[in-house]
């Protein structure tokens, strides 16, 4: 074979072996755009923050707490006519009785008969998380003042003495209730203790249900 053909054979050679590598790879301008184009689908498939998802997470974790007359609804509700605080302790009367002061607290709710003879009271204060155990001290205080108060007055101080306080979650009640004990008082003091309790802790079991609800 003449160098002439030779070369022509290489040439025509060389000349299919280039259309056959174009034919089986793309320019390098499309493979950046089909890159592009795959991360634009992945970036949609993720979940995006500020999603519905998370906004619902984050609904679920937020506390919610019960009204502190929702909770003197229910504790009426319960007792009915056995349930005698009717009137507002102010704040000002709430922290001279009990010396509670308003920083140690985010709201509370006291109140007590309308006719003074009566010593009903029920007190529930949702307190500060810092200021627990100095309310828990400042109502037992109270309670212990009301008793030397109340030594001449036998149904007084057996309400006084069956007194219940309960701390549940950040909330501290103070129930003194009873109402008419005359339908015990000719049994004697303990019996009167024991029934103005028992309406005591009619009273703390609906508080606890009601706020851990």
């Known amino acids: ?38 991360g634009e689908g992945e970036e949609i498939s993720e979940l995006p923050v500020g999603s519905a998802y998370v906004e619902n997470e984050e609904k679920n974790e937020q506390e919610t707490f019960p009204t502190l007359s929702e909770l003197q609804e229910a504790v009426k509700e319960e007792l009915d006519d056995h349930y005698w605080p009717e009137i507002s302790i102010s704040e000002e009367e709430f922290k ?16 007590e008969p309308e ?20 309310i828990e001290q400042a109502l037992e205080d ?20 069956a007194a219940r306080m309960e701390t549940i979650e950040n909330y501290i ?23 103005c309790l028992e309406e005591n802790e009619r009273a703390v079991d609906v508080l606890e249900k009601a706020i851990l609800r």
């Open 1 to 38: 074979m003449s160098k002439k053909r030779i070369r022509i054979v290489l040439a025509v050679g060389m000349i299919l072996c280039s259309l056959i590598g174009c034919a089986k790879s793309a320019p390098a301008g499309e493979m950046v755009k089909n890159r592009e184009s795959a």
């Open 96 to 111: 001279k009785k009990t010396g509670i002061s308003r920083n140690m607290y985010i709201e509370f709710l006291a109140q």
């Open 115 to 134: 006719t003074g003879a009566d010593i009903d009271t029920m007190i529930i204060i949702r307190a500060r998380e810092d200021y627990v155990g100095a």
């Open 142 to 161: 109270y309670r212990n003042r009301l008793i030397e108060e109340n030594r001449k007055y036998p149904q007084n101080l057996c309400k006084v003495e």
């Open 173 to 195: 009640c103070y129930v003194q209730l009873g109402a008419d004990t005359s339908i015990v008082a000719g049994k004697g003091s303990d019996e009167i203790a024991a029934y």
